[in-house]
Every structure is written in structure tokens, then in C-alpha cells.
T-cell receptor, first 113, second 113 residues
């Protein structure tokens, strides 16, 4: 079956602009996760959803970052007033929740100039 | 403050030999540990996991060992194959929040034919 997909695969933007990153999870998975991976680092937890609600958003670095999952399936990570330090690969994963295996998408590579 | 540490950024091993990847953690409340493998331009894929109530878990060529008193775990790959060349991430989560997975910085493994 289809895995987790993320669009766009690459995004180049200018400092101060607004960006949206999209994640399509595996069908039927109730939990969805966003991570950020900087060069030479492991994925850093940002937020996870159980259904439509954000169950834990403690990893969001500041209020410029926001994520939604209005229908409990597709999720969008939104970044306002982008900064050069936001440049990273943004990974999305989905699972059945709990200790269920998280399946990752290929990521969106964001570059803020 | 890095809670999951992988002190070897890279490792080279001859094909057929054993690969040992090490991981240390600082939070004694971690209850569940995982290893993920990542190829370039792909998302991480789950490899193997271990609960804190066990000290060993084996799956084919992959074995994970957990030493709770030392807050140390290791991944053994025997025999190593060229297709095992990838970045390996150690990760951990708390019993109170299995969904929030904390990743280490990764170790890049090269298996030389």
C-alpha cells in the first residue's frame, strides 16, 4: 500500500515569508507526527496528533510554527515569518499510536534564503 | 541538552564482520528504545525495538542489547552486508508518552565489500 507522502519535496523561500508543508499519512493511521532534522542531527520531535487534535505540541520551537489536521488525515505544518535557522528537512510520520511503529515520509527539504 | 547520545558519528566495517553501534541516554525514565535506519533522501525506517523490561531483543541479523544500569544500548549486526550502509538512529520514549520519540544524532555505518 501507499506509504507516507510529503509535498513539496523541496521548498526554497525568502526570509520573512510564510510556508506550508503537507503530509499525507498512511490510510487508517490515527497518529501523525512532525519532526525537524537539521544537518548532522537526528529527527527532533515537533508535534503529534491523535485524530484531529494535537496531543503533544511541546516540540514546536516558537509561535511561528503551527500545525493542523482538520479531518484526522492530511496534516499541514505552517511556518510564519521564516528565518534562515528554519532551514532543515521536515519529516512526517504516521502510526497506530502508542508504541506502534512510526512510518516516515521522505521529508520536505526547506531552505530559507 | 541531548538526552540520547551516539558518540560515534561514523563507523566502517568489513562485509561479513560484526557491526556494533552504541547509544547512551541520560533520562532513567525512558521505557522504550528503538533503532531506525536511514538511507539518503529517504525517511527513517524502523529496524528493531526493546522494552526496558528486557535486556536483549533479536530479529534476524539484528540484536539490540540494553544495559539499564549503565544507561547504554547497542545494536549488533551480524553478518554485516553492504546494503546495511546507512545512518542508524537510536531513539527512546517515556512510558507516559510513547508517541514522543527522542532521537540521537545518528551513526553513519559503511560496510565495505
Amino acid at each position: 500500500g501507499a506509504g507516507v507522502s510529503q509535498t513539496p519535496s523541496n521548498k526554497v523561500t525568502e526570509k520573512g515569508k510564510y510556508v506550508e508543508l503537507r503530509c499525507d499519512p498512511i490510510s487508517g493511521h490515527t497518529a501523525l507526527y512532525w519532526y525537524r532534522q537539521s544537518l548532522g542531527q537526528g529527527p527532533e520531535f515537533l508535534i503529534y496528533f491523535q485524530g484531529t487534535g494535537a496531543a503533544d505540541d511541546s516540540g514546536l520551537p516558537n509561535d511561528r510554527f503551527f500545525a493542523v489536521r482538520p479531518e484526522g488525515s492530511v496534516s499541514t505544518l505552517k511556518i510564519q515569518r521564516t528565518e534562515r535557522g528554519d532551514s532543515a528537512v521536515y519529516l512526517c510520520a504516521s502510526s497506530d499510536g502508542g508504541i506502534g511503529t512510526q512510518y516516515f515520509g521522505p521529508g520536505t527539504r526547506l531552505l530559507v534564503l | 541538552d541531548q538526552q540520547v547520545k551516539q558518540n560515534s558519528p561514523s563507523l566502517s566495517v568489513q562485509e561479513g564482520r560484526i557491526s556494533i553501534l552504541n547509544c547512551d541516554y541520560t533520562n532513567s525514565m525512558f521505557d522504550y528504545f528503538l533503532w531506525y535506519k536511514k538511507y539518503p533522501a529517504e525517511g527513517p525506517t524502523f529496524l528493531i525495538s526493546i522494552s526496558s523490561i528486557k535486556d536483549k531483543n533479536e530479529d534476524g541479523r539484528f540484536t539490540v542489547f540494553l544495559n539499564k544500569s549503565a544507561k547504554h544500548l547497542s545494536l549488533h549486526i551480524v553478518p554485516s552486508q553492504p546494503g546495511d550502509s546507512a545512518v542508524y538512529f537510536c531513539a527512546a520514549s517515556l512510558k507516559t508518552s510513547y508517541d514522543k520519540v527522542i532521537f540521537g544524532p545518528g551513526t553513519s555505518l559503511s560496510v565495505i565489500p
